[in-house]
């Protein structure tokens, strides 16, 4: 087989161990990045949401990136559609310009939007902005050069703008006109249309910077995405060193030095992305996850070959030895933050109450769990809503008897993917009290409630978990903390108190 013939056999192949490696990555090292992602959306098939999106620039990229998001509640899906994404920009990279010995370079926009999403309010939608920009750009690259691929250049800058966002620079530094002279046209229709939009940023509902840097692409409002512009303006800069040094890029050479291009990039920006990767937010996220998903003994098989120390982790430990009624008994054999491992006091973010309220919801403190779970969603950096938190308060509205607030939420429910069997179980037991009752878990819960008001702080006393406990001595789960808060606080006489307690009620 002929060197061309390599190279063409070679490509494709490089490609696809790429797509494989990003598919690894993400299903093996890093997959509760992903379920972190898709628990702070909620994609509704609904005209009204999809309307609320597309209407902001960059609004169709973001669309886009929400869709493939909900799909991220099974890691192997969402590594595979990053993994795919992520191939695809590869190749219309190399569609771009003619890369020769440099073939390797083709892979480093990828590589750094690899780079991007390794930071967990990285929005896929950023991803899709660059691809259906490269995707355009290629499309142009196929019509003849004439008066109707003026016009239509000119006709796409404004509505890529309002598909993809401020990332449509790309395409027209891409599509720039070479001859020297003829370019004036084209530059000055940009700046036309770069003052249209200094304009229009007073007529829509976002900070004008927004416009220029992006609305869609970091969870975080006012952090500028530097790797995501980095990976923009190097598909922009190696495309012109490859036209540039067409000459010497394209001379014949063995497709031994098109693999060794790819090896030296992959293995260089592998390394980086390894060494770049949040390994100790990846815990904790693994955590978060199980405790969401009440892996109690996945729980205990994890703590026991690697003991936490962080907060969330301690609390998803501690939650999960109560659940199996091993706490009190266990509770030295594992790393303690004091009382605040056991029910931390409620900070005002997105991420860490959630185990809490876990451990409130699991303990009867329905009215304590809801409004830590609402407020969590409401510290949600981007101003989504949560299918997490939507399906945590459906359920203690439920519970607390407020049918209708419950029937908003399930309503919403409904109109999603992978919620919406579950949305139409839940559904008819809404009034329904003797179901309630009945139900293992709703019933049981509504029973171990509080029967009287009383005003809560944000610390968890012992008082309230005694009036848990002694209201319904069959709450093992209040018992349990109860016990372990005595053994941690030292308070000897209320645990001996507790004891002859329990002895005397079993």
Known sequence: MSSAGHSKFLR????????????????????????????????????????????????????????????????????????????????????LARWGRLYGLSFVPS??????????????????????????????????NGWLRRILLLCTIPVLYWMVGPVCVLFFLLQAPRPKGAAWWYYGVFVLLAAMLGILSYCLPVPAERLWLGIHYHRYQTVVPVLHWVAVLSVFVLTLIARTCHRWVCAPCHFIVTFLSFLLVAVGMG???????????????????????????????????????????????NLALAMRGQLADHLFDYHQNGIAGLLPDVERDATSPLPTAEAFYQLGMISVAQRTVFEAQEAILDFQKSARCYKRLAQTNLILGSYEVARKYLKALQKTLFYRDWANETLPLLGNEEAIAQHPEYGRLRKWGYNEDFYFSDHVTPEMLESLYFNHPDNSLAYEYLRAYYLLTGDRESYARLLLHTSMTR
């Open 12 to 95: 494709p192949l490089c490609t696809l161990l790429f797509g494989v490696a990003v598919l690894l990555f993400f299903g093996l090292a890093y997959p509760h990045h992903l379920h972190y992602q898709e628990q702070y959306q909620l994609f509704l098939f609904d005209r009204t949401y999809v309307w609320e999106i597309v209407r902001l620039p960059g609004g169709v990229a973001d669309l886009l990136g929400r869709f493939c998001t909900q799909f991220f509640l099974f890691a192997w899906v969402g590594a595979l559609i990053i993994g795919a994404l992520l191939s695809v920009v590869q190749l219309l990279t190399l569609q």
């Open 111 to 144: 590589l750094l939007l690899w780079l991007f999403l390794l930071d967990e309010n990285a929005l896929l939608g950023g991803v899709w902005a660059v691809l259906l920009t490269l995707l355009a750009s290629w499309g142009f690259s196929k019509l003849p």
């Open 271 to 317: 390394c980086l992305v390894w060494n770049t990767s949040n390994f100790k937010a990846e815990k904790v996220m693994r955590y978060d996850f199980m405790a969401r998903h009440q892996q109690w003994n996945r729980i205990l098989a994890t703590i026991r070959v690697e003991k936490p120390k962080n907060q969330i982790g301690v609390t998803v430990q």
